[in-house]
């Protein structure tokens, strides 16, 4: 299993302004994932990112909002942007299992609120 | 589409109680099934997942699913729960790839 860090943990933002939030995994991995999960909902996947490529967004989610990077196999980056109270959520980005089976492992999260 | 539903949302039960959580899904064909649990405060951990082969699988601390693909479902079984058990339990599966479909979880409460 892979070990995922992120940073920070969690913030309090204010209507406008930007955060971004890293994404550290201890191996190689070919995909990350960025999740959302909204208090008291579920998890929404946000966007793949592939390293050396563009991320791909879900439905309902566009760059502008949530761009990514993911400079190497080991790290990526999410950015929310112009963030409003709608915007507070956890953030979660998880990592492949090297396989094609969908097991994924998940970062601890960065809970973030705008207020 | 391809989804995840989870008919329980809130679960109380006294410990030694037996767990049984729904889980269904929409997926045709080859699927892949996992339950994942969120301790209060901790990061999702994978309980259990199913690939292929016995529809039986054991996954940690007790916690077993059966795939019934005549139902389309995947629920969530333990003998006698724990305080300790106390989560959130997500139901979560996938057709090709690696994009996860999640349930809408299910809060279970342990009472001592």
């Known amino acids: 299993s892979a070990v995922i860090s992120q940073k920070p943990s969690r913030d309090i933002c204010q209507r406008g302004t930007s955060l971004t939030i890293q994404c550290q995994v201890d191996?190689?991995?070919?995909?990350m994932f960025w999740y959302r999960q909204q208090p008291g909902q579920s998890l929404t996947l946000i966007a793949t990112a592939n390293q050396g490529s563009e991320a791909t967004y879900e439905s309902g989610f566009v760059i502008d909002k949530f761009p990514i990077s993911r400079p190497n196999l080991t790290f990526s980056t999410l950015t929310v942007s112009n963030m409003s109270p709608e915007d507070s959520s956890i953030y979660l980005c998880?990592?492949?299992?090297?396989?094609?089976?969908?097991?994924?492992?998940f970062g601890p999260g960065t809970r973030l609120t705008v207020t | 589409a391809q989804s995840v539903s989870q008919h329980n949302h809130h679960v109380i039960l006294s410990e030694a109680a037996s767990l049984e959580l729904g889980c269904n899904y929409s997926?045709?064909?080859?699927?892949?099934l996992f339950w994942y649990v969120q301790y209060p405060g901790q990061h999702l951990q994978l309980l259990l997942k199913y690939f292929s082969g016995d529809p039986l699988v054991k996954g940690i601390k007790g916690f077993e699913a059966e795939f019934i693909k005549s139902k389309f479902s995947f629920n969530l079984r333990k003998p006698s729960v724990q305080w300790s058990d106390t989560a959130e339990y997500f139901c979560a599966g996938s057709k090709e790839g690696n994009m996860l479909t999640f349930g809408g979880g299910t809060r279970l409460m342990v009472k001592p």
């Open positions: 191996s190689q991995v070919t995909m």
């Open positions: 997926y045709g064909g080859t699927v892949n």
């Open positions: 998880s990592v492949d299992s090297q396989g094609l089976t969908s097991e994924q492992y």
